[in-house]
């Protein structure tokens, strides 16, 4: 099991920026996937951006330009740059962590607000 500890969130104006971060404990050396996601109450949860143990990365296109996703499987910890921020990515902001054998590991989330 891997357990997930973030941070980062908070309120913050259009057009600022905010990084959260997420660092996993526990059995973290069969994580092979790390990745963001959000959540707007009524709506379901959607990814934000991943990235592989190979480096390989998925950025949303709602997103893509503004945030940048970084991760260090040495260290077990995975950022997510947030740049120009907008209204519409104020949401629940979601770490996530994926295990070989397709287990997967989610933070308790963290608030983004982006309000003037």
């Known amino acids: 099991q891997v357990q997930l500890v973030e941070s980062g969130g908070g309120l913050v104006q259009p057009g600022g920026s905010l990084r959260l971060s997420c660092v996993a404990s526990?059995?973290?050396?069969?994580?092979?996937?790390m990745g963001w996601y959000r959540q707007v109450p009524g709506h379901g949860r959607e990814l934000v951006a991943r990235?592989?143990?190979?480096?390989?990365?998925v950025v949303a296109d709602s997103v893509k330009g503004r945030f940048s996703i970084s991760g260090d499987y040495a260290k077990s910890t995975v950022d997510l740059q947030m740049n120009n921020l907008q209204p519409e990515d104020t949401a629940v902001y979601y770490c996530?962590?994926?295990?070989?054998?397709?287990?997967?590991?989610w933070g308790q989330g963290t608030q983004v607000t982006v309000s003037s």
């Open positions: 526990g059995r973290v050396f069969t994580i092979y996937d």
């Open positions: 990235i592989g143990i190979g480096g390989n990365t």
């Open positions: 996530n962590v994926v295990q070989y054998g397709g287990m997967e590991n």
